[in-house]
């Protein structure tokens, strides 16, 4: 029912009801409900590597927990607390508790509500090229990591399987309407300003992160994770300085050793990561979930 990886990492559940497995999360119905079980799975690159980090489902299911109950919109969280459905022995009990959130079924709308306050990642490599990001000019000569002079909102399609796709807010409107397409750019905006006020508060800058959204009938929802070091980058704010690429609380640090010390090829199985690796990238989260729940 439950696979463990050498380090005692949760990377496979297999419980006797409808799944949909994701590349983190193993998502079972309930018939009224959705279990969604965060593994300790970790992805880079569109490749779910062959390890997984320790205790990391328990981290991003907490992380998740505080925003849904912090953030002022309705959200997709029923419970954090395990159905008798999921309650197959002891053991699986122990291995699904603090990783399994019970939340209201949604029709997920097909678009990922990105919003990035800081110069990074993609958005840089694009500015770079382009002086643009997502097609959004910017003023010349910004920085790497710079604050921007507002968050940007970008969405991306959300792909099965590849690389998602960024795309213009007129796209969404196409796809959408402009009014769905609209609210879901403010309330995204407004998320990440709530968001970015506590976490510097807790000495956290949000560079950027990623929104999912859907409807329980006529009700727009905040569903799947929020604000994790899965979905999001965060950064110290007391060493922050741009110009240069930041030390990161994130999996930003695996993509680094995936694109810089493996020398994989991006194109073949992924490598096994290192005992180090494994660990600095465990701390790295736990410190995210340390500061971010500071006080709570």
């Not at 390890?51 to 954090?80: C, M, V, Y």
């Not at 097609?135 to 790497?144: C, F, N, T, V």
């Not at 968001?195 to 510097?200: D, F, M, Y």
Request: charged fraction near 25%; charge should be negative.
């Amino acid at each position: 029912m439950l696979t463990f990886d050498d380090n005692g990492a949760l990377i496979r559940t297999e419980l006797p009801l409808p799944l949909q497995r994701g590349k983190v999360r193993d998502v079972y119905d309930l018939g009224d409900a959705l279990a969604i079980i965060s593994t300790d799975r970790i992805s880079a690159f569109d490749y779910v590597l062959p390890d997984g980090i320790p205790e990391k489902g328990r981290i991003l299911t907490a992380i998740s927990q505080f925003w849904f109950g912090f953030l002022p919109l309705p959200n997709h969280l029923i419970s954090t607390g395990l159905r008798p459905e999921l309650q197959f022995s002891e053991a699986v009990t122990a291995a699904l508790t603090g990783r399994t959130m019970i939340v209201r079924k949604a029709n997920v709308v097909p678009f990922e509500c990105v919003v990035r306050g800081y110069l990074e990642g993609s958005g840089w490599r694009e500015y770079q090229a382009t002086g643009q990001v997502c097609g959004i000019p910017l003023p010349a000569e910004l920085r790497q990591c710079e604050r921007l002079p507002s968050p940007l909102f970008t969405p991306a399609t959300k792909a099965t399987s590849g690389h998602d796709e960024n795309v213009s807010l007129e796209t969404m409107i196409t796809a959408l309407d402009r009014p769905l397409a609209e609210r879901l750019r403010d309330t995204s905006l407004e998320i990440y300003r709530l968001a970015s006020e506590h976490a510097r508060r807790q000495g956290l800058i949000i560079a950027d992160t990623k929104f999912e959204f859907g409807f329980a009938g006529d009700e727009l929802l905040l569903i799947d994770e929020v604000l994790t070091p899965d979905s999001s980058r965060f950064w110290p704010a007391d060493s922050f300085q741009p110009g240069q690429a930041q030390p990161s609380f994130d999996k930003q640090f695996v993509r680094e050793w995936l694109a810089d010390t493996s020398g994989w090829d991006r194109n073949s199985p992924p490598p096994p990561l290192p005992t180090d690796v494994i660990e600095k990238t465990q701390a790295k989260y736990l410190e995210a979930q340390r500061r971010l729940l500071a006080g709570q």
